[in-house]
């Protein structure tokens, strides 16, 4: 067990000095098991022999990245969620900013979860008899997966991406290509899609409204955590909301910063 762990410690110090991204962040049940996916991929059954397998195929280092991302999402993913965010919260938030919204979905995967806070947006502007809201919109969708954020940049998916959507939200906001279900150009501007590393990154003199990292935070470990949340807490304008994931907390110093303001749907909120 020594020897395996010894091994484990060289590949994953490796990986990170080749890729960039700084592994110990992660929870190591979960490292092993991402890393697990790809060594059956290659036909191989020790640390040791995937060390060679990279080595000598410096493409499986693009692999291995996106193996170790979450890409598990859909559009109006928990719909319990984004109905409070519909009925509770997003409807005084735009009447206080007069229809401008800055929103960050940071861990985006695809740009599902990007794409229903534009469905939202423009839904409450459309409620509201304000259309002009939608231009007032802006959404940030980061991720560290290249190829989930090329679909995010095209906008097109397949229906069963849209299984927990309301159906007057798909029919108002897509339309079917023969590539698939296509969000509507309107819609899609207001989206600016980019890489980026929530372990090492910082979005730097930005500040949002809106906050969504749902079920990525659970797999740092706690430093890392308190790291991202203290991170999102200083991003966040005054009356502004976090959203986690149902089995995520928050941790450390941003628990001061954000009040629990839906505990069921772990929504936070900054002090106005």
Not at 35 to 64: K, N
Not at 163 to 183: H, M, S
């Amino acid at each position: 067990m020594a020897a395996d762990d010894a091994a484990f410690e060289t590949l994953t110090r490796e990986i990170s000095r080749v890729v960039g991204v700084p592994l110990d962040i992660y929870k190591s049940k979960c490292l092993r098991r991402r890393i697990a996916v790809r060594m059956r991929a290659c036909g191989v059954h020790t640390f040791d022999e995937y060390l060679g397998v990279l080595s000598r195929t410096p493409a499986e280092y693009e692999r291995l990245t996106d193996a170790l991302t979450i890409n598990v999402t859909r559009f109006y993913r928990n719909p319990e969620t984004w109905d409070s965010l519909r009925t509770r919260f997003l409807p005084d938030l735009l009447r206080r900013r007069d229809g401008w919204l800055d929103a960050w979905s940071a861990g985006c995967a695809s740009g599902e979860e990007a794409y229903t806070i534009a469905m939202l947006a423009a839904e409450l502007g459309a409620a509201a008899a304000r259309g002009s809201w939608l231009e007032r919109l802006r959404i940030d969708a980061t991720d560290i997966d290249r190829a989930s954020l090329g679909i995010a940049e095209a906008g097109v998916y397949r229906r069963e991406a849209f299984q927990d959507t309301p159906t007057d939200l798909i029919e108002r906001y897509t339309r079917e290509t023969p590539a698939g279900i296509a969000i509507l150009p309107a819609l899609r501007r207001r989206v600016a899609v980019r890489r980026f590393d929530l372990s090492q990154d910082r979005m730097p003199g930005v500040s949002f409204d809106l906050i969504v990292c749902r079920n990525v935070v659970i797999y740092f470990d706690r430093p890392m955590q308190e790291r991202l949340f203290a991170h999102f807490a200083e991003a966040l304008l005054p009356g502004g909301f976090l959203v986690l994931g149902k089995v995520e907390t928050l941790l450390g110093a941003a628990r001061d910063r954000l009040t629990l303001v839906d505990t069921r749907e772990r929504i936070y909120q900054a002090a106005p």
